[in-house]
């Protein structure tokens, strides 16, 4: 009974390098999203995808990419990291894409020094 | 621009007293009303959410009060109990890839 597994939980990068965050759900789910949370700002939505193929920007996709070949995998990209990329990057899935219950993975702590 | 806007930063009560956590959002069009609780090193879960074709939804000790004229929402904890100490989200949506979350609340139930 996994749910939404994210790798890696903590992750230290410097300036400039690049790396991917993984996100695997195990519930059958087309859509899935990738939010950063930072102190007192609550949750951000950075890029979601509506199914196999299809991915779309949310409200803060600068400096980072998202790529869906299957249902299960979502990962995110960033390619030249900045610290004003460090944060907690949270994936969700929910079964519907109008409204209704989203699912989260336990984070990936990302620090750009 | 915060969409949703919740209040307050933080809040401390005492073990069986009453929390509250308070929301008002700017966008007409939101229809979903969502509350996450997120434990530390957790993500957020859906606590209860509502929608604004009623003014009251009660789960248990957690209970969200709707006042669509005033654009606002609130969550109220009864008999709150130290293992509901977390942040609370509030979340305004009319479709999952536009959800706006609140800033977030602490809640610290002392025993």
């Known amino acids: 009974n996994a749910g939404v597994t994210q790798t890696p939980k903590f992750r230290i990068l410097k300036i400039g390098q690049s790396m991917t965050l993984q996100c695997t759900q195990d519930?059958?789910?087309?859509?899935m999203y990738w939010y950063r949370q930072d102190p007192g700002m609550g949750l951000k939505l950075i890029y979601y995808?509506?199914?196999?193929?299809?991915?779309d920007k949310g409200e803060v996709p600068n400096g980072y990419n998202v790529s869906r070949s299957t249902t299960e995998d979502f990962p995110l990209r960033l390619e030249l990291a900045a610290p004003s990329q460090t944060s907690v990057y949270f994936c969700?899935?929910?079964?519907?894409?109008?409204?209704?219950?989203?699912?989260f993975g336990e984070g990936s702590r990302l620090t750009v020094l | 621009q915060q969409q949703v806007k919740q209040s307050p930063q933080s809040l401390i009560v005492q073990k069986g007293g009453i929390s509250i956590i308070n929301c008002a959002y700017e966008?007409?069009?939101?229809?979903?009303f969502p509350w996450y609780q997120q434990f530390p090193g957790k993500g957020p879960a859906l606590l209860i959410a509502?929608?604004?074709?009623?003014s009251e939804k009660k789960e248990g000790r957690f209970t969200i009060s709707f006042n669509k004229s005033a654009k606002q929402f609130s969550l109220h904890i009864m008999d709150s109990q130290p293992g509901d100490s977390a942040t609370y989200f509030c979340?305004?949506?009319?479709?999952?890839?536009?959800?706006?979350f609140g800033a977030g609340t602490r809640l610290t139930v002392k025993p």
């Open positions: 969700a899935s929910s079964y519907r894409v109008t409204t209704g219950e989203l699912f």
């Open positions: 519930m059958n789910h087309n859509y």
């Open positions: 995808s509506v199914g196999a193929g299809i991915t």
């Open positions: 966008n007409t069009a939101f229809d979903y």
């Open positions: 509502i929608r604004p074709d009623v």
């Open positions: 979340a305004a949506t009319y479709n999952n890839n536009d959800m706006r």
